[in-house]
């Protein structure tokens, strides 16, 4: 009787003890399947992913100057937001740079990316950059006159009228067409310097 009496306690003990044995079990595995995880997530850091969070089709942006004229329009396909370096990424994008000071500047693409800064746009893809002439020049002037230009990659400044690339490119004007690798086009001081492999064919001028 007396062993049956101390089994009984030792089994009355065991119930009354294994909810709390059986919390403790559960919280240790959720601690240990936890810990797993966070490691996982050191061994991928979030700087590797590049992932969306947020996108617009139909997409517009404008920007006006301080008298309320606008100064960049920005249009394209689809625009999708990254969170991990504040960068948009664009599918047909296309930059309209219509600063009084400067040439209207003109820029689309297949694919284009604006920096986190929002100081440079990336064009990708099939580029068409057209330069117009300014109206204050004199008629029949080739100089600042209209330009096409087209290659396969142009970053832009729009702020400071700037697009460069040292991508194979081709100018058109009237003039003639030009063919070379790498451009700088500055806007605002309305030069362009063609860096290398500058070969061409120009129209001969009209006897005046």
């Known amino acids: 009787m007396h062993l049956m009496r101390r089994a009984r306690v030792v089994f009355d003990r065991w119930t009354a003890w294994s909810p709390v044995l059986l919390l ?3 919280a240790g595995l959720t601690f240990w399947l936890d810990a797993q995880v966070q490691s996982i997530d050191t061994a991928r850091p979030g700087d590797a992913r590049h992932d969306p969070d947020i996108f617009i089709t139909n997409f517009r942006a404008v920007s006006f100057d301080a008298s309320g ?7 394209a396909q689809r625009a999708q937001h990254h969170p991990d370096d504040e960068s948009v990424e664009f599918v047909s994008p296309q930059l309209i740079l219509t600063d009084p000071t400067r040439p209207k500047l003109t820029v689309r693409s297949d694919a284009g990316t604006l920096s986190g800064d929002r100081e ?4 990708r893809g099939h580029v068409h950059a057209v330069r117009e002439t300014l109206p204050d020049q004199p008629a029949g002037s080739d100089a600042n006159g209209p330009l096409t230009l087209t290659t396969d990659v142009l970053r832009v400044l729009p702020n400071k009228g700037v697009a460069e690339t040292d991508r194979p490119v081709t100018i058109e004007e009237p003039r ?6 790498g451009i700088v086009l ?7 310097k063609v ?13 005046k």
């Open 195 to 207: 860096k290398s492999g500058v070969r061409g064919s120009f129209q001969p001028e009209s006897p």
């Open 186 to 192: 500055d806007n605002q001081m309305r030069t362009m």
């Open 24 to 26: 403790g079990a559960l």
């Open 120 to 123: 440079t746009m990336l064009f």
């Open 176 to 181: 003639g067409i030009i063919h070379g690798v």
């Open 69 to 75: 004229r606008v100064k960049q329009s920005l249009t």
